[in-house]
Every structure is written in structure tokens, then in C-alpha cells.
């Protein structure tokens, strides 16, 4: 019985989830992101940086960027910024 509950319980949270996951895939393909909200490469980045120390691109070091969906400019993944166009991610 427990068993049972279980995988029940088990099954609703990795569909519960997955959804959630899909929804926020597409919501950063088609350039809808929420203010703050990261993609998994900018996590994982952040991420690494925070376990280097923390350097910055002011130390010398080549920055990462990305690609605004709305006005197509390269911007610094650490200091993303909203451009003022309508529709910005940022």
C-alpha cells in the first residue's frame, strides 16, 4: 500500500514538473521570460562563477553574453539589463 502512494506521489511530481519545465522552455524561445528569470546555461554559469570566487569581466577575463531575442544585441549574462523596447525579456 505504501508502496503504492509512493509512486503515485512520485509519478504526479515528475508530471507536475515536466510540465512546469516545458512552460518555461517555450516562454524563453519565443523571448517571453519573466524579469529575473534565468535559462539553465545562465544558471549553471552563475554557478560556476560564484564557486571561481566570484571574478568579473573587469578583471580581464572574457564575459559571457547573450543574445536579446527582441532587439538582437549581445548583452553581459551578469549584468542583463532591460534595453527599453517593448516586449524586452530583461
Known sequence: ???KVAVLV???AVV???FRY?????????????????T???????SMRDRAGGKSASD???GDTEQCPVCKSYVAV???????KSNCPY
Not at 40 to 46: A, D, L, S
Open 22 to 38: 516545458l512552460e518555461r522552455r517555450n516562454r524563453v524561445e519565443e523571448g517571453r521570460r519573466r524579469p529575473m528569470e534565468r
Open 60 to 62: 580581464g577575463s572574457v
Open 10 to 12: 512520485l509519478l504526479v
Open 1 to 3: 500500500m505504501f508502496l
Open 40 to 46: 539553465m546555461g545562465e544558471r549553471i554559469r552563475k
Open 78 to 84: 551578469d549584468g542583463i539589463s532591460n534595453c527599453g
Open 16 to 18: 507536475w514538473f515536466g
